[in-house]
């Protein structure tokens, strides 16, 4: 099982990033598939999921409106997209999978059953 996340980088406040996801070695159209994020001495927290079919979506107030999760089922692949960046969504970004459900309400992160190794947003002027 593999998840690789791709699409970090530094960018200016207000800026956007788009962040993928590969994965491969599992069924992923049977997974729902999330976004955490943790920064230095913080700890980790939920951005936001899609469900397997990519009907329901959930996302954290803190990212709300800003963000969109997506996915291309045909290349297993997982998006993030990120607009109007600020300075405190600055953190490693994580890529995870689970069996749950996402139906617009969080999984929590014990839930998910594969994570990425993370790629690093860092949103400074």
């Known amino acids: 099982v593999q998840l690789v996340e791709s699409g970090g980088g530094l960018v200016q406040p207000g800026g956007s990033l788009r962040l993928s996801c590969a994965a491969s070695g599992f069924t992923y159209t049977t997974y729902s598939m999330g976004w955490f994020r943790q920064a230095p001495g913080k700890e980790r927290e939920g951005v936001s999921c899609i469900s397997y079919s990519g009907i329901s979506t959930y996302y954290a107030d803190s990212v709300k409106g800003r963000f969109t999760i997506s996915r291309d089922n045909a290349k297993n692949t997982l998006y993030l997209q990120m607009n109007s960046l600020k300075p405190e969504d600055t953190a490693t970004y994580y890529c995870?999978?689970?069996?749950?459900?996402?139906?617009?309400?969080?999984?929590?992160?014990?839930?998910?059953?594969?994570w990425g190794q993370g790629t690093q947003v860092t949103v400074s002027s």
């Open positions: 995870a999978a689970t069996l749950a459900y996402c139906d617009g309400e969080y999984v929590e992160a014990a839930q998910y059953n594969y």
